[in-house]
Structure formats: structure tokens, C-alpha cells
């Protein structure tokens, strides 16, 4: 697969490094919504912050990318951590079932995301 190809700029706002990062690790690519198009219409808007500065997790870059579902009329989000935010490990933190289904370190539960943001 070659995300950047699949995922154009001009319509898809990602890194060059995620769309490699996507490209290497399946699992991770599988984990997002973006992977399942016919359920989930990708919203061009995507959202990054940091932690405060002095928190344990502060070089890191979360990645908020929104989504409609089909299926339920609704908005929901992937959302990712860029490690260091040096662009080259990412997190995606998602639903448990989905975990279970794609295991990789890269795939993490969402509790897990809240657990870190508020050590």
C-alpha cells in the first residue's frame, strides 16, 4: 500500500512520516477508521496538541483525526501519539475489541491514552 499515493495532500492532511509509518506497520494502518471507508467518511480537519510542559509526556504530539459514521449517525475520532514528536513511532489508541484484533505495540487501548495523559 503507498498511504501517500492513497492519501493526497490536498485532501488528506497527514505527514509524509505517518503515511510511511502507516505503509510499515498494517496493524497500526488497520487500527484507524480511516482503513474503512465505506463506514467511516474521513472529516478534513485534523487536531494535534501537547501535554503542559513539565508532564511526563510533553515532547509528545497527539494527533486528534475526526470522522463520520455511517452506521450511526455520528462523529468519532482516532486519536495518535506521535512518540518525542519526532515523527518516526506513532500510537494509535482505540476500542478494545479493535486492540485484540490488530496487536501490535502501536495499537493501544483508549484507557491506556487517558491513563498516560493524566499521570
Given at each position: 500500500m503507498n498511504s501517500r499515493k492513497k492519501f493526497p495532500k490536498k485532501?488528506?492532511?497527514?505527514?509524509?512520516?505517518?503515511?510511511?509509518?502507516?505503509?510499515?506497520?498494517?496493524?497500526?494502518?488497520?487500527?484507524?477508521?480511516?482503513?474503512?471507508?465505506?463506514?467511516?467518511?474521513?472529516?478534513?480537519?485534523?487536531?494535534?496538541?501537547?501535554?503542559?510542559?513539565?508532564?511526563?509526556?510533553?515532547?509528545?504530539?497527539?494527533?486528534?483525526?475526526?470522522y463520520f459514521d455511517k452506521n450511526n449517525a455520528k462523529f468519532k475520532q482516532d486519536?495518535?501519539?506521535?512518540?518525542?514528536?519526532?515523527?518516526k513511532e506513532f500510537i494509535s489508541y482505540t476500542a478494545k475489541k479493535v486492540v485484540k484484533k490488530f496487536c501490535s505495540r502501536y495499537v493501544q487501548e483508549i484507557d491506556n491514552f487517558f491513563f498516560e495523559i493524566r499521570e
Open positions: 485532501y488528506y492532511p497527514f505527514s509524509d512520516e505517518l503515511c510511511a509509518f502507516m505503509d510499515r506497520e498494517v496493524d497500526f494502518y488497520n487500527s484507524l477508521k480511516i482503513s474503512q471507508p465505506k463506514r467511516f467518511v474521513f472529516v478534513r480537519i485534523i487536531f494535534t496538541s501537547h501535554t503542559p510542559a513539565g508532564h511526563l509526556l510533553e515532547k509528545d504530539e497527539v494527533i486528534g483525526m475526526w486519536f495518535i501519539v506521535n512518540k518525542n514528536s519526532d515523527n
